[in-house]
């Protein structure tokens, strides 16, 4: 079992940063990849980011490549996602996701991940 809880979210002006956490309770955080995902209003839940379970291979949607970074810092069990140069259409709820396979690598599969956090808003105001 993971529980992972986001923080992190807020508002900021287009051309700002923020920095999503995710803290993951649970003794298997260290040995799954590890995702970020994003839900606007009135649409589906996208992938934003994923990272494998050491911390080596990160792999980002096109729309997101280059402005933001995905980490992880497994002494910590905590998951990051660091979001520069933010732009109005990266308004939406973000979420953290554990993968189901241990030892794996980042995916973009939705269905790969088996564990969720609540969610933290981003807002970027233009």
């Known amino acids: 079992q993971v529980q992972l809880v986001e923080s992190g979210g807020g508002l900021v002006q287009a051309g700002g940063s923020l920095r999503l956490s995710c803290a993951a309770s649970g003794r298997t955080f260290s040995t799954r990849a590890m995702g970020w995902f994003r839900q606007a209003p009135g649409k589906e839940r996208e992938f934003v980011g994923g990272i494998d379970w050491v911390g080596a291979i990160t792999l980002y949607a096109d729309s997101v490549k280059g402005r933001f970074t995905i980490s992880r810092e497994n002494a910590k069990n905590t998951l990051y996602l660091q979001m520069n140069v933010l732009k109005s259409e990266d308004t939406a709820v973000y979420y953290c996701?554990?993968?189901?396979?241990?030892?794996?690598?980042?995916?973009?599969?939705?269905?790969?991940?088996?564990?969720w956090g609540q969610g933290t808003q981003v807002t970027v105001s233009s």
């Open positions: 996701a554990a993968g189901s396979a241990r030892y794996g690598g980042p995916t973009k599969d939705m269905a790969a991940y088996d564990y």
